[in-house]
């Protein structure tokens, strides 16, 4: 168990177990300190949320499943796990150039875990919730033999600001908003911040063709928006940044790094190199290439090898 912050769970409820407070005491353990913005109109407490909708934006919607044994164990700080459910949420909204609004939370345990453990979990989602100004509304709990957390979040984005995987053309500037490699082990996978403000800035002041956040690993995740573009790339090996002690192939191939990996058409590309950024980092790392046959690593030795796709695959 990891440190824990003053007033996360009264003293009487230190030793508990879940099932001796049962689900609506859980629920009241939930909702303590929650404070909601004037969007949400009802929050927990009824049938459902009632969230009011902003003229000429566009809702989005996108959910991320954890499960004990599979992402993480319970040796692991519980509120670095309630972190991670909802920034990987944060991430994929970020990735669409739309900024996370509100949340609801479906929470599995079983009934013998420590009641702290599991506000603990919470605490870590409340935590980061507050932090990107995200609603939590909802969820449902149910009794499970291991722990289950899925969040569903929100976002919106004005149409114009939206980014899809699908817009890379041939000659596009491929980016990264940070190094990578080495998220697991190093136990980066459960503190990273979503790049949120990278995405907000691109979406404002560039027009990124392409994007993506990067989970299943620097190939895999390219790999998909050149599926959706119908295109090639060409990755150049000196220039991909690698975090800490990572190797090259660590780089290319670790999952749960949760950088941005986006593509900007060369003239702006060029632009954005060649003034900073605002305190942001963008790594330009390769360009696309026409070809959706053609996905390379142009190594410093002069000669190109070709790039395979294997990534993180679930259910293998
Ligand atoms: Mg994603």
């Known amino acids: 168990?990891?440190?824990?912050?003053?007033?996360?769970?009264?003293?009487?409820?230190?030793?508990?177990?879940?099932?001796?407070?049962?689900?609506?005491?859980?629920?009241?353990?939930?909702?303590?300190?929650?404070?909601?913005?004037?969007?949400?109109?009802?929050?927990?407490?009824?049938?459902?949320?009632?969230?009011?909708?902003?003229?000429?934006?566009?809702?989005?919607?996108?959910?991320?499943?954890?499960?004990?044994?599979?992402?993480?164990?319970?040796?692991?700080?519980?509120l670095a796990i309630g972190h991670k459910a909802l920034a990987t949420n944060i991430s994929d909204i970020a990735a669409m150039g739309g900024t996370p609004t509100c949340a609801v939370i479906a929470f599995g345990a079983p009934s013998g875990i420590e009641l702290k453990q599991v506000t603990d979990v919470f605490q870590g989602i409340k935590n980061t919730a507050r932090r990107f100004k995200i609603d939590v509304v909802g969820g449902d709990t149910i009794k499970t033999n291991r722990i289950v957390i899925n969040i569903t979040l929100l976002g919106e984005a004005f149409p114009q600001q939206l980014v899809y995987r699908s817009g890379a053309k041939p000659g596009d500037v491929i980016f990264v908003?940070?190094?990578?490699?080495?998220?697991?082990?190093?136990?980066?996978?459960?503190?990273?911040?979503?790049?949120?403000?990278?995405?907000?800035?691109?979406?404002?002041?560039?027009?990124?063709?392409?994007?993506?956040?990067?989970?299943?690993?620097?190939?895999?995740d390219l790999g998909h928006i050149l599926e959706m573009s119908q295109v090639g790339a060409v990755l150049e090996e000196g220039l991909i940044p690698c975090q800490g002690q990572a190797s090259l192939t660590q780089a290319l191939y670790d999952g749960e790094d949760y950088e941005?990996?986006?593509?900007?058409?060369?003239?702006?590309?060029?632009?954005?190199?060649?003034k900073p950024?605002?305190?942001?980092?963008?790594?330009?790392?390769?360009?696309?290439?026409?070809?959706?046959?053609n996905f390379l690593l142009q190594k410093r030795n002069g000669r190109r090898q070709i790039l395979n796709r294997k990534g993180f695959e679930h259910f293998k």
């Open 1 to 78: 168990m990891g440190t824990v912050p003053k007033g996360t769970a009264p003293k009487s409820l230190k030793f508990m177990k879940l099932s001796q407070i049962g689900e609506f005491g859980l629920i009241k353990e939930i909702q303590k300190g929650i404070r909601l913005s004037p969007r949400v109109i009802k929050g927990i407490g009824d049938d459902a949320a009632v969230i009011r909708s902003r003229v000429g934006k566009n809702l989005l919607v996108t959910t991320d499943m954890m499960a004990e044994g599979v992402h993480f164990t319970t040796a692991m700080d519980p």
């Open 177 to 220: 908003t940070g190094a990578l490699g080495d998220s697991l082990k190093s136990g980066r996978h459960l503190k990273f911040v979503p790049r949120l403000k990278e995405s907000q800035y691109l979406v404002k002041n560039w027009k990124p063709s392409s994007m993506i956040d990067i989970s299943d690993g620097l190939v895999a």
């Open 260 to 274: 941005l990996l986006f593509t900007l058409p060369r003239v702006q590309a060029r632009r954005m190199l060649s």
């Open 277 to 293: 950024q605002a305190g942001f980092s963008f790594y330009p790392i390769g360009e696309i290439l026409t070809s959706k046959e």
